[in-house]
C-alpha cells in the first residue's frame, strides 16, 4: 500500500461547481500535510498547509481527520484557472516527504 | 525576488558520464530537497538536507549523492547516469521541515 494515496481522476467539473479531493495516508505518525498544485511540466506550488484544525483560504479548504486518517482539500466556485494536478503531501519522521500521486481537475466552460 | 534556481533546465547525457545537477536558494532556508518526478508514481524524494554538512535518504537515493557544504547550494550528483535515471528532477527549499517547500522550475534529464 502507498504511504500517501489520492485518486488520479479526472475530475471534469463545471465552471462554479464545488468539488472534492479525498487523499488517504497510511503513516499514523505523519505530523503535517500539505495540499500543492502543479500545472503541466512546471514545478509543484504550495496551496496550503493542512493542520488538525483544518484551514481555508478563499475558495478552497482543507480538512485534516486523523481518526480516518485522510485529508481532504474543497474547491468552491471552480474556475477555469483551477484546472491542474493536485498534490497531497504527508511529512513523516526525520522530515521526510512523501507526495501522492496527484489528482488531476479540469474545469470547464 | 525569492526564489530556488536549478541549472539545466534541460540536459541529454550518455550513460556513465558524470553529471552534477546545480542548486540554489536566495531565501535563507535551512531545509533543502531533491526529488525525482515519474509519470504515474509522482514525486519521490532523493535526498534532503536540514542544514549545512547534514543530509540524509529519502526514498530513492541509490545511484545519487548529495552535498551541503554551503547553505543556499545544494547539487545533485549522479557519478555514473543510467537510462532508468532519465526523468523530470525537482529541488525544494523550506524554512524547516514542517513548512511546505519552494520548488525550482525542474530540470528534465535524458540518459541515452
Given at each position: ?10 475530475f ?25 498544485r ?7 506550488k ?20 486523523r ?43 | ?8 533546465r ?29 509519470p ?15 543530509t ?27 537510462p532508468?535515471?532519465?526523468?523530470l ?17 525542474g ?6
Amino acid at each position: 500500500r502507498k504511504e500517501v494515496e489520492q485518486d488520479p481522476g479526472p475530475f471534469n467539473v463545471p465552471e462554479g461547481a464545488t468539488v472534492a479531493f479525498n487523499c488517504t495516508y497510511s503513516n499514523s505518525a505523519s505530523q503535517s500535510f500539505f495540499w500543492y498544485r502543479q500545472d503541466c511540466r512546471k514545478e509543484p506550488k504550495l496551496l496550503m498547509s493542512v493542520y488538525s484544525s483544518g484551514n481555508e483560504d478563499g475558495r478552497f479548504t482543507a480538512q485534516l481527520n486523523r481518526a480516518s486518517q485522510y485529508i481532504s482539500l474543497l474547491i468552491r466556485d471552480s474556475k477555469l484557472s483551477d484546472s491542474a494536478t493536485y498534490l497531497c503531501v504527508g511529512l513523516a519522521g526525520g522530515f521526510k516527504t512523501i507526495f501522492g500521486a496527484g489528482t488531476r481537475l479540469f474545469v470547464k466552460a | 525576488e525569492a526564489q530556488v534556481t536549478q541549472n539545466p533546465r534541460y540536459l541529454i547525457t550518455v550513460t556513465g558520464k558524470k553529471l552534477t545537477v546545480t542548486c540554489s536558494q536566495n531565501m535563507n532556508h535551512e531545509y533543502m530537497s531533491w526529488y525525482r518526478q515519474d509519470p504515474g508514481l509522482g514525486l519521490r524524494q532523493i535526498y534532503y538536507s536540514m542544514n549545512v554538512e547534514v543530509t540524509d535518504k529519502g526514498d530513492v537515493p541509490e545511484g545519487y549523492k548529495v552535498s551541503r557544504k554551503e547553505k543556499r547550494n545544494f547539487p545533485l550528483i549522479l557519478e555514473s547516469p543510467s537510462p532508468n535515471q532519465t526523468s523530470l528532477y525537482f529541488c525544494a527549499s523550506s524554512w524547516t521541515g514542517n513548512y511546505g517547500y519552494t520548488f525550482g522550475s525542474g530540470t528534465r534529464l535524458t540518459v541515452v
